[in-house]
């Protein structure tokens, strides 16, 4: 009675996917696996259950970063223990009369597992569990054992396609292909999606909406819960004949500026970019060559600048490293960086940010299919961007990252990308149209208006 009473000032009632969940009986058990779909409410209301079911339970809820797990969990169950727990900030625990705790934990650093060695929990869950690698999750199912009798130790996963763990998430709850240790009758997975959580429908319509609009392999992933649909080609939404546009005079007054991915070994980038009134950027020219000195690529640089004014050039951080033998026999003074020897030619740079996944995100947005065309345009002579774009790959480690052998024109057009305000993408960009694949156009100087 006093339990009943208990859990009747826990507000909301699960959905049905959300108490298949709650009744799952298999040691591993997996939710969602599209995003809205409940799956953090459902994680959450579980272990407060258990921990209020079952007395002197140890539970640990992790997420891959304590911010994010402050924000999805913490604050929360603050929120909804309120009276039904004590939180320690010191052990950043609740801990409940009955002597259940529930401890919050994360793993940043892939080492940050261990400070749960020798630990017992008798109930382990992993929040957007596709952000741990396959090696934390096999540590932290050594933790999750038992002593109470009666009880069988489980754990509990949400998640979302894409990151780090997306492989062994898939393979597992997924594709169902176990090991010979593994045994397939210990692991459920509930299939949940958007459509799934009647009170975020109710509440929120718009979010529908705004996973409907996403770029379509996005969408598969995030709306439908398509495993398979962040694979393969990394930009699927690259089109010649959207992205690539007739070269024409850049007017002298626009903003012009310079991103570089360097390398000697590997080919060195050079892309020119010119900002339209309208937010729209043009690449307008490049620069592609392999075992070319620093300093001879500069004098090429400001050769084929001839008068332009230039802003600025972001450049790869590598360019700031110091350089080994060969540099310093042929190509300057021993111990200086590229961005020395380029400064010193007469080509000053900028360390560009080097944030891969905001990065690519923003390459994305500028790739996006908009009413009067995308955001970004780029001239016939920038001929290996326009080349290898189309090749780059997901990385299989981590899916939102990209990946391919010939990556210098995508990461210099990254560079050049993030070195803009973030501002200038939202606020001149129109609104996204859906994507029709029989109306495509060539883009010539006509759709621009000039
Ligand atoms: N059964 C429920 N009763 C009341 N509110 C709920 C219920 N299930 C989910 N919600 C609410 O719906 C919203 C989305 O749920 P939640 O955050 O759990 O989804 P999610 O699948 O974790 O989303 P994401 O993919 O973004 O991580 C939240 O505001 C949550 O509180
Ligand atoms: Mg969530």
Known sequence: MDKLKKTHVLKGRPNPKQKQFFMSKTRFCAYGGARGGGKSWAMRRKFVLLALR??????????????????????PLLRELNTLAK?????????????????????????????????????????????????????????????????????????????????????????????????????????????????LLKNDPNYVRILENLPEHLRRAHLEGDWDAL???????????????????IPSWWTRFRSMDWGYSDPCCVLWFALGPDGRIFVYREEYAQHVLSSEMAGRILARSKQEKIAYTAASPDAWQTRGLRHKIADGVEG????????????????????????????????????????????PCCK?????????????????????SEDHAAEALRYGLMSRPKKSVITKAKAQMPYDPFSEQRSGPGFMGR
């Open 87 to 199: 939180y320690s900030s010191t052990s950043r625990a609740f801990l409940f009369p009955n002597g259940s705790r529930i401890r919050l934990g994360y793993c940043d650093k892939e080492k940050d597992v261990y400070q749960y060695q020798g630990q017992e929990y008798d109930v382990i869950g992993l929040e957007e569990a596709t952000r741990f690698t396959s090696e934390q999750m096999q540590f932290l199912a050594t933790c999750n054992r038992t002593s109470k009798q009666g009880f069988y130790p489980r754990m509990y996963f949400t998640c979302n396609p894409g990151g780090v763990g997306h492989a062994w998430v898939k393979r597992l709850f997924i594709d169902r292909d176990y090991t010979q240790y593994e045994k397939e009758e210990d692991y459920t997975f509930i299939r949940a999606s958007v459509y799934d959580n009647p009170v």
């Open 336 to 379: 200086e960086s590229i961005a020395e020897v380029f400064s010193k030619c007469g080509v000053s740079l900028l360390r560009a940010d080097p944030a891969r996944i905001a990065g690519w995100q923003r390459v994305r947005e500028y790739l996006a299919v908009r009413e009067g065309g995308p955001l970004l345009q780029i001239f």
């Open 384 to 404: 290996n961007l326009i080349r290898t774009l189309p090749l780059l790959l997901h990385d299989s480690h981590n899916l939102e990252d990209a990946a391919g």
């Open 54 to 75: 079952y007395s002197s339970l140890e539970l640990l809820l992790l997420r891959r970063t304590l911010n994010e797990l402050m924000e999805n969990h913490g604050r």
């Open 231 to 249: 694979g393969g080609q990394f930009f699927p939404e690259f089109r010649v004949q959207r992205h690539v546009c007739d070269a024409f005079e």
